[in-house]
C-alpha cells in the first residue's frame, strides 16, 4: 500500500484559494489512481476530483467544476489540488486517497487513506 499525507488545509475567506497537497510513500505511486474525497460535519464522504495513473485523465464532481484542479508529478510523488472561488459550503476535511484501477467516484473502492486536511470557508 502507499502511504499518503495531506497538508495545506486552513481558514479562508469566502472568494479566497488554497492549495492542497498530498505526499506519498512507496515505489509504486504511479500505479494508482489518486483521489480527493472530503467530508462535512454531518455528511457523507463525497468525492471532489480524481486523476488517472497518466494524469491525462481527470474526474471533478459538478459543485467544484472551474474552480478546483488536480495534478500530479509521478517523478516526484506529491498530488495537488488546487482550489479556488472558495465557498462556505466548501468546508470539510479533505481526504487524499488512493486505488488501483481506473477512476471511480465511490470510496469504498479505494484502499489507502490519509488523515485529511481541514479546510474551513468563512463567508
Known amino acids: 500500500q502507499v502511504q499518503l499525507v495531506e497538508s495545506g488545509g486552513g481558514l479562508v475567506q469566502a472568494g479566497g484559494s488554497l492549495r492542497l497537497s498530498c505526499a506519498a510513500s512507496g515505489r509504486t505511486f504511479s500505479s494508482y489512481t489518486m483521489g480527493w474525497f472530503r467530508q462535512a460535519p454531518g455528511k457523507e464522504r463525497e468525492i471532489v476530483a480524481a486523476i488517472s495513473l497518466s494524469g491525462r485523465g481527470t474526474y471533478y464532481t459538478n459543485s467544484v467544476k472551474g474552480r478546483f484542479n488536480i495534478s500530479r508529478d509521478n517523478a516526484k510523488k506529491p498530488v495537488y489540488l488546487q482550489i479556488n472561488s472558495l465557498k462556505p459550503e466548501d468546508t470539510a476535511n479533505y481526504y487524499c486517497?488512493?486505488?488501483?484501477?481506473?477512476?471511480?467516484?465511490?470510496?469504498?473502492?479505494?484502499?489507502?487513506w490519509g488523515q485529511g486536511t481541514q479546510v474551513t470557508v468563512s463567508s
Open positions: 486517497t488512493a486505488r488501483f484501477g481506473s477512476i471511480t467516484t465511490t470510496p469504498r473502492d479505494f484502499g489507502s
